[in-house]
C-alpha cells in the first residue's frame, strides 16, 4: 500500500516518534486514538479493496458467497454456491426447462444431450461425470440433510464451483462459435 491509502498513518507515527523521543507520553494520547481510530480502519478498507485473493472467482459467485463466508454461513454459502452452478449452467446452454442436478447435467454433457458441445465425447463424459459427482456429494450433502458446514469445507467448494462455472463458460463460448 501506499501512504495515501493508510489515512494519516505516516504523520501520525511521526508524531508519536517525535513526543516518545522527548518522553512526552501524554502528547501521544490524541494520535494513538487516531491511528485506532482512523488510520488502521482506512488502511484496512485499502487492504480490502485491493485484495487480489478473491479477484479471481467468478463475480457472482464471490458477491453471493462472501457476505455468508463473512457471517459464518458456510452451509448457506455452500446451497448459494449450487444455485448459481445451476442457473449458470441453464443460461450458458440456453435451458428453459426448470431441471434440476443430475437431469440438467445429462441434457448438456450426457449421451444423447439435447445441446451441442463442443467437445470430443470423452471429454463430455468426463466433464459430465465430474460434475454429477460435484453434485452429487457436495450439493446433496448440504442441500437435504442437516450438515454444518466449516470454514475450509465451503472454501473449498466455493473454489471447486468456480473452477467447473470456468469450464462451463469455455465450453458454452466454443461451442456457441461452431454453432
Same mark, same amino acid.
Given at each position: 500500500?501506499?501512504?495515501?491509502?493508510?489515512?494519516?498513518?505516516?504523520?501520525?507515527?511521526?508524531?508519536?516518534?517525535?513526543?516518545?523521543? &522527548?518522553?512526552?507520553?501524554? !502528547?501521544?494520547?490524541?494520535?494513538?486514538?487516531?491511528?485506532?481510530?482512523?488510520?488502521?480502519?482506512?488502511?484496512?478498507?485499502?487492504?480490502?479493496?485491493?485484495?487480489?485473493?478473491?479477484?479471481?472467482?467468478?463475480?457472482?459467485? &464471490?458477491?453471493?458467497?462472501?457476505?455468508?463466508?463473512? !457471517?459464518?454461513?458456510?452451509?448457506?454459502?455452500? =446451497?448459494?454456491?449450487?444455485?448459481?452452478?445451476?442457473?449458470?449452467? &441453464? &443460461?450458458?446452454?440456453?435451458?428453459?426447462?426448470?431441471?434440476?442436478?443430475?437431469?440438467?447435467?445429462?441434457?448438456?454433457?450426457?449421451?444423447?444431450?439435447?445441446?451441442?458441445?463442443?467437445?470430443?465425447?470423452?471429454?463430455?463424459?468426463?466433464? =459430465?461425470?465430474?460434475?454429477?459427482?460435484?453434485? !452429487?456429494?457436495?450439493?446433496? =450433502?448440504?442441500?437435504?440433510?442437516?450438515?454444518?458446514? !466449516?470454514?475450509?469445507?465451503?472454501?473449498?467448494?466455493?473454489?471447486?464451483?468456480?473452477?467447473?462455472?470456468?469450464?462451463i463458460e469455455a465450453v458454452a463460448d466454443a461451442s456457441?462459435?461452431?454453432?
Amino acid at each position: 500500500l501506499e501512504w495515501s491509502q493508510c489515512g494519516s498513518l505516516g504523520r501520525h507515527l511521526n508524531f508519536l516518534s517525535y513526543y516518545l523521543k &522527548r518522553n512526552d507520553k501524554e !502528547g501521544c494520547s490524541a494520535d494513538i486514538k487516531d491511528i485506532l481510530f482512523y488510520d488502521l480502519p482506512a488502511t484496512l478498507r485499502s487492504l480490502i479493496a485491493g485484495a487480489t485473493e478473491e479477484q479471481y472467482l467468478d463475480e457472482k459467485l &464471490r458477491d453471493a458467497v462472501y457476505p455468508l463466508l463473512d !457471517g459464518g454461513h458456510h452451509d448457506s454459502a455452500i =446451497r448459494k454456491t449450487f444455485i448459481i452452478l445451476t442457473d449458470r449452467l &441453464r &443460461r450458458a446452454f440456453g435451458i428453459k426447462d426448470e431441471i434440476d442436478g443430475e437431469d440438467l447435467i445429462n441434457s448438456v454433457f450426457g449421451k444423447g444431450g439435447k445441446m451441442p458441445v463442443a467437445l470430443s465425447d470423452s471429454k463430455k463424459q468426463a466433464l =459430465r461425470n465430474l460434475i454429477s459427482g460435484f453434485y !452429487g456429494v457436495y450439493r446433496n =450433502r448440504y442441500a437435504h440433510n442437516d450438515s454444518e458446514a !466449516g470454514f475450509a469445507d465451503a472454501r473449498a467448494i466455493i473454489e471447486m464451483a468456480n473452477q467447473i462455472l470456468c469450464e462451463i463458460e469455455a465450453v458454452a463460448d466454443a461451442s456457441a462459435k461452431e454453432a
